[in-house]
C-alpha cells in the first residue's frame, strides 16, 4: 500500500511538473513557426511583412500579411483560398488578374497538399493577426494603439498575441497575451499593473525559481513605469480582456 501511495505521489509530481514546463503556444505563433518553415517568408519577406520584389508585375511587389491583406481577401475564407490554391476562386475566374499573374516572376504556390488542415488553420490564424483586429471596444482599441507605441509588440508579436522565442526562459518563448500562459503570470489587473511597471509581479519576484528562470531569460520583461502615460494600464488591460473574450 505505501508503494502505491508513493508511485501516485511521483506521478502527481510528474504531472504537476509537466504542467508547469510544457509549450502552450498560441495558435498565431505556430502558424508563424509553420510559415516559416513552409518558406512563405522568402517571398513575404520576414514575418510576412516586407514582400519581395515581384518583376513584371504591376504592383511590383509580392503582398504583405500586414496592410496589403485586405486587398486581397476580405474573409477568413479567402485567406484560406490564397493558402490551400494559391488564389481565390473568385480570382481565377478573371482573365484580367490570370494574364497579370502570369507576368510576374513570383507566383503563390497552393499549399493543400503540403499541409494538414490543422497547419493551414494556424497560417490562417497568424496571417489574421498580422492584419490586425477590428476592436469595437474604444478603450481596448486604444489599448492596442498603446502596446504598439511602448514597443509591447516587439517581444510579444503584433496585438500580443505571438511567442517569440526566448531562450533561456522556463518554456523558451515570450508568453503571449492570449495564450494559456497568461493566466498563470497574472491573476488580477493589479498583477498585470505589476509586470508592466516593474517587470515582474510581486508573486514571482517572491519565488526563487520564477526569479532563476527571469535571470536566465535573454529577453527581460521591460519597466514601463516612467514611460507609460497614466490611462495606460486601463487601456492595456481592458484590450487583454477582449482579446482573451474574442
Request: charge should be positive.
Amino acid at each position: 500500500m505505501r508503494r502505491l501511495f508513493v508511485a501516485l505521489l511521483a506521478i502527481a509530481v510528474l504531472f504537476a511538473v509537466w504542467r508547469t514546463v510544457r509549450s502552450d503556444l498560441p495558435e498565431a505563433e505556430q502558424g508563424r513557426r509553420i510559415a516559416e518553415k513552409s518558406g512563405c517568408f522568402a517571398c513575404h519577406g520576414p514575418d510576412g511583412i516586407r514582400g519581395a520584389y515581384n518583376p513584371g508585375r504591376l504592383d511590383r511587389k509580392v503582398p504583405t500579411f500586414e496592410g496589403d491583406v485586405m486587398m486581397y481577401a476580405k474573409t477568413e475564407d479567402e485567406i484560406r483560398q490564397w493558402i490551400e490554391d494559391g488564389s481565390t476562386e473568385k480570382r481565377r475566374q478573371s482573365q484580367t488578374w490570370r494574364a497579370e499573374r502570369q507576368k510576374g516572376a513570383l507566383r503563390m504556390p497552393g499549399f493543400e497538399k503540403r499541409l494538414s488542415k490543422r497547419q493551414i488553420d494556424r497560417l490562417v490564424a497568424y496571417v489574421e493577426v498580422m492584419a490586425g483586429p477590428e476592436i469595437p471596444d474604444s478603450l481596448a482599441k486604444r489599448g492596442y494603439e498603446r502596446s504598439e507605441a511602448l514597443g509591447c509588440v516587439g517581444c510579444h508579436g503584433p496585438g500580443g498575441r505571438l511567442a517569440r522565442r526566448n531562450p533561456g526562459s522556463l518554456k523558451g518563448y515570450v508568453p503571449s497575451w492570449d495564450g494559456q500562459d497568461f493566466a498563470e503570470l497574472v491573476r488580477d489587473s493589479s498583477e498585470f499593473r505589476q509586470w508592466v511597471d516593474h517587470g515582474v509581479s510581486d508573486r514571482f519576484a517572491k519565488n526563487p525559481m520564477a526569479g532563476y528562470f527571469l535571470r536566465r531569460a535573454v529577453l527581460h520583461m521591460p519597466h514601463f513605469e516612467k514611460q507609460r502615460d497614466p490611462d495606460d494600464i486601463a487601456a492595456l488591460w481592458a484590450y487583454v480582456r477582449w482579446l482573451r473574450k474574442e
